[in-house]
């Protein structure tokens, strides 16, 4: 499916850049050109929509449903338990306080947190398919800094997903498949780039973590591997990019070692 309207080059160009790799990004701007797009795609073109219509396509019970007019896809129906609901606010505050810029993005994209079902192998998920809903295993609680990484992991790729509603990041139909560096298979070029976008992140919260110097040592080092195999492959897929996907390849490769 094609995921955003033909659009010239947008988000960097109106938005103040990239959304957590640009400390000038203006996230009401995205938000406001989503929630455009997210109404038309409900009810059709229309002039000058009120505040109040944008907002409601910005709840992510709203922006479920109308995704799922042209990409269905059942979400999990489970509950986090209090304790968890709890710890997720203060692990977003916490990251707002270590990182002022990243502030506005952390608190202005409404997201609705869910258990991981059973089964899978993941810490965290989430997908284009379901605009603003997070899904979180148990581990994810175990320790203050995986729930930070966590939640920000997931919250970068929320953000990118809003740039994709209005604008593609590989060209239309491309098959073209990657093995990231974490051996993950069969992702597309524009995962490729939405992975290396959270790892560049990730690099740059995990100094200001309150961990044993070991653990942060250690993580660093697996993010910095991971960052320069994203670097190969993204200069291996650049046929695959859309002008706006080589703009935030070349975002990332300017912000990461």
Request: proline content about 11%; aromatic content about 6%.
């Amino acid at each position: 499916m094609d995921t955003a309207t033909d659009t010239v080059p947008f988000v960097p160009a109106h938005c103040g850049g990239w959304p957590f790799l640009d400390d000038e990004h203006a996230p009401q701007k995205l938000l406001t050109a989503v929630a455009c797009v997210r109404l038309a795609r409900r009810d059709g073109p229309r002039p000058s929509p009120s505040p109040e219509e944008l907002a409601a396509v910005l709840e992510p019970g709203e922006a479920l449903r109308i995704r799922s007019l042209d990409l269905p896809r059942p979400l999990p129906t489970s509950t986090l338990t209090d304790r968890q609901r709890a710890a997720i606010p203060t692990t977003v505050e916490l990251i707002a306080r270590l990182i002022p810029p990243w502030a506005p993005l952390l608190r202005a994209l409404p997201l609705t947190y869910l258990p991981m079902p059973a089964g899978r192998g993941s810490v965290s998920a989430s997908c284009f398919a379901w605009p603003q809903h997070v899904l979180l295993a148990d581990a994810a609680f175990d320790d203050p800094a995986v729930l930070a990484e966590q939640t920000l992991h997931e919250t970068f790729h929320q953000w990118l997903y809003l740039c994709e509603e209005l604008t593609p990041l590989q060209q239309p139909g491309c098959t073209q498949r990657v093995t990231l560096p974490s051996g993950t298979s069969g992702r597309s070029p524009a995962e490729l780039l939405g992975a290396a976008h959270v790892t560049s992140g990730l690099a740059r919260l995990w100094p200001l973590l309150d961990v044993p110097t070991h653990v942060r040592d250690r993580r660093l080092a697996h993010l910095t591997a991971y960052i320069r195999g994203c670097r190969d492959l993204i200069t291996a897929n650049r046929p695959y990019f859309t002008a706006d996907g080589h703009a935030l390849a070349d975002r990332i490769l300017e912000a990461t070692p």
